[in-house]
């Protein structure tokens, strides 16, 4: 519990940080431009929307800045791997990448509705100065502008001038237009009902973000909101001429106010990240210019495609994923996958479950449908990018780690399985002792791919004296009444008569609060990496069993959950 606690606290800390600063930079820019006297004419007009405006405006800047980054993969990938700062709790917040870039994009939603409602507000106040109902000084500010010599503060030269034609001809209102679409298409595309009905939509509108960049940058140059120059301010007290409107350029101390736009600055705030982020990109095109060669296809049951490539000088630590492009089924296009071999192998390979358009799309170029296989020399070429780390190259970090996937999220366990054979096979120390791995699937043939490195892995423990380092649990919950039966007949037998293996398959879904209680009673003073890779509903099951089981003394065990996300 005590650890749980660390790592929930470390989370909460980062987004009291993240909230910190904005709300800090909010009310420091909202009470400068309350206060400031080059804005004071400018207030007479807006009023305190003006400092809405502003203030929003810098806070989305903030935001803009900072939204690049999480989903900068190189990035987090060496920070995982060679920062000595991110250990322990600290480099578990890594994995929460996404979950921070949503934040920040809730923030620049939030920030941007207001800084749009401040400038509707604002043209409202702007145009309404201009009417035969404005007088005093309200009046006299929004006619300067007319005179020869004289600068203008409102940019709503007439009353009978229409608002939103103004607007539309002018580059903040241009690029303003284009930021709020292009913010409402990625905003909207991003929900969990679109990824899952179609992936393609969101990752190609998710790609606006490029004009929503550009038009970000720009967006200021239009200077519209402006306030009193130095030099003015120098020759016009606003204090007291502000009172003595009527004498302005008659009397000494007053000449006429001189005005001009705010320099842009949002630029300043995205230049780094942007620039960062486009070296990303780079490094991807580079890598996709390297050659892969793919040295075997195999087409499993449960629409599962088994691919095996080569690249030159590409190493990968277990767990890792790469990007791969397959430019005859799209040239813009990059989906994540787990590898599933293992670094001592001399291949790598991904196994991708036919699950969506782009990967329907893969598996029938690569013949997976037809009736023989395609001769390797024949099959489209593929661009893969990576290898990037997750969460789960951490499981040999921990004495003891408990693997759960469901259904394809096994893929990311493959590696690791692999990887433990390997190394058991050439008698290599290591600090976990001890893997406990579940894996909850709904069709049967989905074993049989995975069987496989199961059974090898087991004959190898056995045969090392170590039948004791691997202990799994395979759950089917899917079965027709033919199935029952069969399973019903064979029960007796000594392999399992689904998987081919010792340990008997399990029929239903685990109970998650037996097996934690009895691995805290069997590993008391450990703590113990669990890694899971499956639905979200599932995490959040696992979550509260790790939480609920870590003891609150130190000295006792103590759960630590990580959760695979790309």
């Known amino acids: 519990m005590g650890c749980w606690i660390l790592n929930e606290s470390l989370s909460i800390i980062l987004v009291l940080s993240w909230l910190g600063v904005n709300l800090y930079l909010f009310i420091d820019t909202f009470c400068w431009y309350e206060e400031e006297e080059s804005f004071l004419y400018t207030r007479v007009i807006l009023g305190s929307t ?48 996404l979950k921070f870039h949503k934040l920040v994009a809730y923030g620049i939603a939030v920030n941007a509705t207001i800084h749009i409602v401040a400038h509707l507000c604002n043209l409202q106040r702007f145009h309404w100065s201009q009417s035969a109902h404005a007088e005093g000084l309200l009046a006299v500010l929004s006619k300067l502008g007319n005179a020869p010599n004289e600068s203008y503060l409102n940019p709503i030269r007439t009353f009978h001038t229409n608002t939103i034609t103004e607007l539309l001809t002018t580059i903040a209102g241009v690029t303003g237009l284009i930021i709020s679409l292009a913010l409402i298409l990625i905003m909207t595309s991003s929900t969990e009902f679109i990824r899952q009905v179609s992936y393609e939509l969101f990752w190609y509108t998710h790609h606006v973000f490029i004009i929503f960049f550009i038009s970000l940058a720009i967006h200021g140059a239009g200077r519209i909101v402006r306030g009193q120059t130095p030099e003015s301010q120098l020759r016009h007290n606003v204090t007291f001429c502000r009172d003595h409107y009527a004498q302005w350029q008659k009397a000494a101390p007053c000449p006429m106010p001189q005005f001009s736009g705010k320099e842009p600055s949002a630029w300043k705030w995205v230049l780094g990240p942007v620039v960062l982020y486009a070296c990303e990109r780079i490094i991807r095109f580079w890598r996709f210019q390297q050659e892969v060669v793919i040295t075997k296809v195999v087409s499993h049951p449960s629409r599962v495609l088994e691919l095996h490539m080569k690249k030159r000088n590409f190493k990968m630590a277990p767990g890792q994923y790469v990007l791969i492009q397959c430019p005859s089924v799209s040239r813009l296009e990059w989906h994540p996958f787990t590898l599933t071999s293992a670094p001592q192998e001399n291949f790598f390979s991904v196994h991708i479950r036919a699950a969506g358009d ?16 395609q001769e390797l020399w024949s099959l489209p070429r593929l661009a893969v990018d990576g290898p990037f780390g997750t969460a789960l190259t951490d499981v040999f970090h921990y004495p003891v780690s408990v693997c759960i996937a469901a259904g394809i999220g096994v893929t990311p366990f493959a590696s690791l399985l692999k990887s433990i054979w390997y190394k058991c096979e050439s008698q290599t120390q290591l600090k976990l002792s001890k893997v406990y791995f579940y894996w909850i699937c709904r069709d049967p043939k989905a074993f049989e791919w995975f069987a496989d490195l199961l059974l090898s892995l087991e004959t190898l423990m056995s045969e090392r004296g170590k039948a004791h380092f691997l202990s799994y649990h395979i759950f089917l919950t ?69 939480r609920l089981y870590s003891s609150a003394d130190p000295r006792g065990v103590h759960f630590y959950y990580n959760k695979e996300s790309f």
């Open 358 to 373: 782009w990967t329907e799309a893969l598996c029938k170029a690569f013949g997976t449908e037809g009736p023989a296989s």
């Open 50 to 97: 003006l400092a809405w405006a502003r203030a929003s405006a810098v806070c989305l800047n903030f935001n803009c800045m900072l939204i690049l980054l999480p989903i900068s993969r190189n990035l987090i990938s060496f920070m995982r791997g060679t920062s000595t700062c991110c250990r322990g709790p600290w480099r578990r917040q890594l994995d929460k990448n």
């Open 478 to 546: 899917g079965w027709d009444e033919n199935q029952a039966v069969h399973i019903a007949l064979h029960w007796d037998e000594s392999t399992d008569v689904i998987t081919g293996l010792k340990q008997k398959t399990f029929y239903g879904r685990p109970n998650w609060s037996n097996e934690f209680r009895q691995m805290a009673y069997a590993h008391p003073s450990s703590s113990i990496g669990v890694f899971f890779c499956g639905p979200k509903a599932l995490s959040k099951t696992l979550q509260r069993m790790c």
